[in-house]
Each structure stands twice: as C-alpha cells, then as structure tokens.
C-alpha cells in the first residue's frame, strides 16, 4: 500500500517536469490542457478561455476520458461565468457541455455539481465560487485515483507472488485509463505507477485502441515512467491470453451502472470475453462518479456514442521527414460505422477497483460500498 502520508502528487512526468492533464494558469482564470490528438509525436498545451472553447474542447478530443470530460465540464461551467452570470446563462452553459459526449457518466456529473455550488449563490460570486469548485472538483479526481491506485496495488501484489521467481506480471490494458484521462494517476494505470514505484516486476500489453488509438497515449505515459510495455494491435489479446501471457486484465470505465455493468471503449468487451474463457481475471477501475445508480441493464440504457466515420476510414501519424499527417486506408465508397464504446455485462468482470475499495460487480457489490448513493438511486425509481 502508498506508505501513510506520502502525497497523492505524482513525480515529475514530462521534461523534468510536473503536469496535471488540466490546470489554472495566468492570474488564475486562463484554463490550460494537454492537446492530446497532437500526442504522442507533440507535446503542446493549449488554453481554454471561452465556455466554447471548453465544448469544442471536449468534442474534438483535444480532453478525453471520463474523469478529465467531468473537470473539463466544470471549468468549462468557471469560463462561461465570465461571459455572463445569470441564471440563464448558468443553465445554457450546462446544456451546451453536456451535450458535447453522452456516453461518460462523470459529465453530467461533474456539472450537476457545479450547478450545486453556484445555483443560490449571488451572481457576484459566482465567478470565483465556479473555480473554486473547479479546482477542487479536480484536487478530488486526484485523491480518488490515488486511492483506486493503492486498492488495486493489493490486487497486483497478491497475483505477482504467485508467478515464479524472475517473471514479470503481466497485465493487459485497452484504451487510456491513465492520467491524461483523468486529473491525474489515472484509473487503471494508478496501480500500475504504485506498483511500479515500489519495484514489483511488471510487463504491461497495450492494445493500439482503434480506431483513435488511444493506446498511444498509454505507451507514452508508460514510457515517461519507465513502465516495461508493449504495443499490440487490438485483435492481439485473446492469443497472449490462450498462451498464458496475461495474468490479468484492468480497464477503466465511462459509465459503471448500478448494476456493475460497465461501458468502455469499444473492443473492452471482446478482451473480457477472452478472459473469461481463459479463466484471467478482469478487473474494471473506476471513481464514484462514473457511476449511474439511475441505470440497471446497461445494454439498454448507456447511450453509445457513434462518432465521424473519418476516424475510422483514416490514421494520422508522423511521416519520415517528421510531419503529422492523415492517409486513408480503404477504397471510397464503403459505408463506414464508428461505435465509440461497448458494454461489458458485469458478469464478466471480476471486480470494480473503486476509491472506496474492490467491490463485486453486482448491486449488492456496489451498494455495499456506496450505500446512501445506491439507496437514494432505489427511492428515485
Ligand atoms: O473516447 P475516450 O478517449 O474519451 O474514451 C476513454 C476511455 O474509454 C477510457 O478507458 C475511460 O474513459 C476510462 S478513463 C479513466
């Protein structure tokens, strides 16, 4: 476990230096994140300064994954108050970032907790009242992940000791549950930094992600922290799990249902098929506010996002001469669909590695963990 006291802070990560994936910059109210389309080849930051920019933000991916859509969300909320502070703008602010992504629960969550902390507040405060919950929306996404990391070192501690001496653990991961993700830690890579850290032999398989690959920014991340890993195309899994080369599987989540079933990037489910039928174990990270105690089935109730067949017909990458540029990879005239996420039916998931500890992915699992959540989801039914 993170020895008591040491600082939920991580070390430093790019170019000798600390970085969060969002933060206040300027006299405080210039908002500034990673660009990460623009990743792994350039390392750019770009500023937000308008609720618009904030959106598109959002939108385009320049900020994705669950938890850093929810802080983008809320200062996205901070930068609209500066344009104007009435209650209708407060509430069209709300309804133009929320309708920016609608699969990640911890949108809507993020901005219901912004409209709680400016609602009945005077409109002269509320600019500052906006950054202040803001900032520790995002100080709380940090300390949450932390916690999901020392949880899930436990898990990793106890299946290392049963690999014979000079073998590494391996772990496979889909998508990017990692800090960039989220404020900082990340999900489903925080155990892999603590684990990291305290020198426990780990190798970690990273699936390429189709069709954003967004497996790129979790070999980057690995990388600047010298976390062994390798590469692998997405239909990869299910043979190194066949071959005993996965010893066990941990994804994040962008909406977790009442019911432990859990929607991620689209492929999760295929590697959670494969686990089970290699008996792997298949673990899913998640913070409380990626889950939706309204939902039960979460196959008909999580909205899947669909997203611009582009990225699926075209990959940008860096050329020889050391350009970013977009090619095509299949003929014109093929219709092309682009589903972003997929369900996982909790069934298939060995556990959900929460802040508040490893729960069973059922509602008992989850209610046990977050009772007064889960009992005001059942009065609301
Ligand atoms: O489409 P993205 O890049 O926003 O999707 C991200 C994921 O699916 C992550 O795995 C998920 O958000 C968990 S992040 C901590």
């Known amino acids: 476990m993170l020895p008591v006291g040491r600082s939920a802070e991580r070390e430093v990560k790019v ?29 750019e930051v770009r500023a937000l300064e308008s609720l618009e920019d904030a959106a598109q ?28 502070t009435s209650d209708e703008a407060l509430e069209r602010a709300c309804r133009r970032l929320l309708s920016t992504r609608p699969t990640a629960a911890n949108l809507r969550w993020a901005l219901e907790e912004m409209l709680a902390a400016l609602r009945n507040r005077h ?21 949450l992940n932390a916690a999901i990391g020392r949880h899930g070192l436990a898990i990793l501690q106890d299946l290392a000791s049963d690999k014979p001496p000079g073998q590494p653990l391996n772990v496979l991961t889909h998508c990017n549950a990692g800090w960039l993700a989220t404020v900082d830690w990340g999900t489903a890579t925080a155990p892999l930094y603590l684990a990291h850290d305290l020198g426990l032999d780990l190798h970690v398989w990273v699936d390429e992600t189709r069709p954003r690959n967004q497996g790129a920014l979790t070999a980057w991340e690995l990388g600047h922290h010298g976390v062994a890993h390798t590469v692998i195309a997405d239909n990869t899994g299910g043979h190194l799990m066949q071959h005993g080369l996965v010893d066990v599987v941990i994804t994040g989540s962008d909406r977790t249902t009442g019911t432990g079933d859990v929607a991620n990037k689209i492929g999760t489910y295929l590697k959670a098929l494969a686990a089970r039928d290699n008996a792997i174990p298949f673990y899913v990270a998640l913070p409380s506010p990626t889950i939706d105690f309204s939902l039960g089935d979460g196959l008909s109730g999580i909205p899947i996002e669909q997203r611009d067949p582009a990225e699926v017909s075209g990959v ?5 001469n050391g350009d970013i540029a977009r090619v095509e990879v299949f003929a014109p005239g093929s219709a092309v669909a682009n589903y972003a ?32 959540r889960a009992r005001a989801a059942t009065q609301q039914r």
């Open 123 to 143: 409109r002269d405060e509320r600019v500052e009242a906006a950054y202040r919950r803001a900032a520790q929306l995002c100080d709380e996404d940090v300390e």
């Open 57 to 84: 933000a959002i939108e385009s991916m320049v900020v994705r994954g669950a938890p850093l859509i929810g802080a983008a969300a809320a200062y996205g909320v901070a930068l609209a108050m500066r344009e104007a």
């Open 316 to 320: 940008t990458g860096r050329t020889e």
């Open 15 to 43: 170019d000798g230096r600390h970085y969060r994936s969002i933060w206040c910059a300027g006299e405080g109210q210039a908002v500034e994140v990673i660009d990460q389309p623009r990743l792994p080849h350039l390392f």
């Open 341 to 372: 996420f997929d369900v996982t039916p909790g069934r298939l998931v060995t556990g959900l590695i929460t802040e508040a500890g490893v729960a069973p992915a059922s509602p008992e699992g989850l209610a046990a963990l977050f009772p007064q």
